[in-house]
């Protein structure tokens, strides 16, 4: 690829970004929030019981800079910290019923936003699109699984 293809890239993942986003953050910043408020309500609505270390793990952010939008969400009551069953000492994440509405909420705009590119973009241009992100972002997940080693057969 040239530079300059390699700069319009960059600037369409830019854009798309900012386009994407721009609904949620409106909608968090009334509440107080931020971006990360989302991804948090995000990531523990896709993985149910997790714990803070493996939260920050899928998030990839350190324990201070998530330590203010958890306590938020907590105070805000839209994640539950329980105990764990088997051992109290170690706590689990979950969403809240209002927690569950509010992340539903913010991601509702985003899903119309890409529904509406995928849809213009067409199924070819998907696959691409998915496989290009799938790259950039090295096979990384979202969800808990991705954290844990396979089963050995």
Same mark, same amino acid.
Not at 42 to 71: C, F, M, S
Not at 116 to 133: H, K, L, N, Q, S
């Given at each position: 690829?040239?530079?300059?293809?390699?700069?319009?890239?960059?600037?369409?993942?830019?854009?798309?970004?900012?386009?994407?986003?721009?609904?949620?953050?409106?909608?968090?910043?009334?509440?107080?929030?931020?971006?990360?408020?989302?991804?948090?309500? /995000?990531?523990?609505?896709?993985?149910?019981?997790?714990?803070?270390?493996?939260?920050?793990?899928?998030?990839?952010?350190?324990?201070?800079?998530?330590?203010?939008?958890?306590?938020?969400?907590?105070?805000?009551?839209?994640?539950?910290?329980?105990?764990?069953?088997?051992?109290?000492?170690?706590?689990?994440?979950? +969403?809240?019923?209002?927690?569950?509405?509010?992340?539903?909420?913010?991601?509702? /705009?985003?899903?119309?936003?890409?529904?509406?590119?995928?849809?213009?973009?067409?199924?070819?241009?998907?696959?691409?699109?998915?496989?290009?992100?799938?790259? +950039?972002?090295?096979?990384?997940?979202?969800?808990?699984?991705?954290?844990?080693?396979?089963?050995?057969?």
């Amino acid at each position: 690829m040239s530079q300059n293809e390699l700069d319009e890239a960059m600037e369409l993942l830019h854009f798309a970004f900012r386009r994407v986003i721009e609904e949620p953050d409106s909608v968090l910043a009334e509440h107080g929030f931020g971006r990360l408020h989302h991804r948090v309500l /995000y990531v523990i609505g896709k993985n149910p019981g997790l714990t803070k270390g493996e939260l920050l793990e899928l998030l990839g952010v350190t324990k201070q800079a998530a330590h203010a939008p958890l306590r938020d969400l907590v105070e805000g009551e839209l994640v539950r910290v329980e105990a764990d069953d088997t051992d109290r000492r170690v706590k689990r994440l979950q +969403l809240s019923a209002s927690g569950r509405r509010f992340e539903r909420r913010l991601s509702r /705009y985003e899903h119309r936003v890409f529904e509406a590119a995928f849809a213009e973009a067409g199924p070819r241009a998907v696959e691409g699109w998915r496989r290009v992100m799938d790259a +950039l972002g090295q096979g990384r997940r979202l969800e808990i699984e991705s954290l844990r080693p396979a089963a050995e057969e």
